[in-house]
C-alpha cells in the first residue's frame, strides 16, 4: 500500500500538488472567513460547510484527473454526485442539479470508466486517447441548450419547497432559470467527457461562470473558490488535451504515410 501511494503521489507533477493543496488551503480559509448563512434554515450551520468544502475537494482532485486524462477521475466523480446531492437536498434549492445528477452523471460515470478503459494510450496506458468536436455539432448543442434551459427553467418556477431564497422572488426565479442552463450544459459536459472530447474543457468555462452567478446569490461564497479552480484547472487541461491531440495527429499522418509506401 506505501509503494501504491507513493507510485501515485509521484504521478502528479509539482504544478498539480501546488495547485490542489492551494485550493484546499484557500477553501477553508474562505469557510472560516465567510461562514455561509442557513438562517432561514433548521439545519446546522457546520454540516452546510463540511458539505461544501467536501464538494472542493472532491471537484479539484476529479478535475485534476480529468485535465491528466485518467479514467479514474469517474470514480472519483461518483464521490462528487453524493455529496452534490446531498447539499441541494438540506439546502432546498437546485433541483434540476439533483435529478440531472441521479439520471444522468451517475450512469454516464459508469458507462464512461468502461468506454475510457477501451481507448487507452498505445505508449502511456496511464492516459486516454481524446479528441475534438466538429463546427455543425457545436451549433446543434448550442441550440438544444437554449431549448432545455426555457423549458425546465420553467418548471423549476413552479416547484414551491421552504429553500435558501424566498419561493417566487426575482432571485428565486433567476437561480431556476439558471441551474436548468446548468443541467443543460453539465449534460453536454457529460456527454463530451463520455466520447473524450477536448470541447468538455469549453462546457466546464461556461459551467463555471453560471455556477459562480448562482453561489453568489445564494450566499455560498466557499463554493467560488472550488469556481476560481475550474478556471484555472480548464485553462491546464483545455491546454494539455489540445497538445496531445496536435502532437497524436501528426504521428497518425506519419504512419499513414510509412504504410503508404
Keep these: 500500500m506505501k509503494e501504491r501511494l507513493k507510485k501515485i503521489w509521484n504521478s502528479f507533477s509539482l504544478y498539480e500538488k501546488i495547485w490542489f493543496f492551494s485550493v484546499i488551503v484557500l477553501t477553508i480559509v474562505v469557510a472560516i472567513v465567510f461562514p455561509s448563512s442557513v438562517e ?56 434540476a442539479t ?30 486516454t486517447v481524446v479528441r475534438s468536436l466538429k463546427g455543425w455539432q457545436e451549433v446543434l448543442i448550442l441550440l438544444a441548450i437554449a431549448a432545455w434551459t426555457v423549458g425546465v427553467g420553467y418548471l423549476l ?4 419547497v421552504e ?16 441551474d436548468a442552463m446548468v443541467s443543460a450544459v453539465a449534460v453536454c459536459n457529460g456527454v463530451f467527457i463520455f466520447l473524450r472530447l477536448k470541447e468538455q474543457w469549453i462546457a466546464w468555462y461556461v459551467d463555471a461562470a453560471l455556477e459562480c452567478v448562482i ?33 497524436h495527429s501528426i504521428e497518425e499522418q506519419l504512419e499513414l504515410k510509412e504504410e503508404a509506401k
Design 40 to 95: 432561514n434554515l433548521d439545519i446546522n450551520p457546520a454540516l452546510i460547510m463540511g458539505l461544501y468544502i467536501a464538494d472542493v475537494f472532491t471537484n479539484v482532485l476529479c478535475e485534476l484527473l480529468i485535465s491528466k486524462q485518467s479514467k479514474w477521475n469517474f470514480i472519483v466523480s461518483l464521490l462528487v454526485e453524493v455529496v452534490e446531492i446531498a447539499t441541494c437536498i438540506v439546502i432546498g434549492e437546485r433541483f
Design 157 to 160: 418556477t413552479q416547484i414551491e
Design 98 to 127: 439533483v435529478a440531472t445528477t441521479i439520471f444522468f452523471w451517475i450512469p454516464i460515470d459508469i458507462i464512461s470508466f468502461i468506454n475510457w478503459n477501451r481507448h487507452l494510450d498505445r505508449e502511456k496506458k496511464e492516459l
Design 163 to 178: 429553500g435558501l431564497l424566498e419561493a417566487g422572488s426575482t432571485a428565486e426565479i433567476v437561480v431556476c432559470y439558471l
Design 215 to 247: 453561489n453568489v446569490i445564494l450566499g455560498q461564497w466557499v463554493l467560488l473558490v472550488l469556481k476560481a479552480a475550474y478556471f484555472t484547472n480548464t485553462t491546464y487541461g483545455y491546454i494539455k488535451w489540445t497538445k496531445y491531440i496536435k502532437t
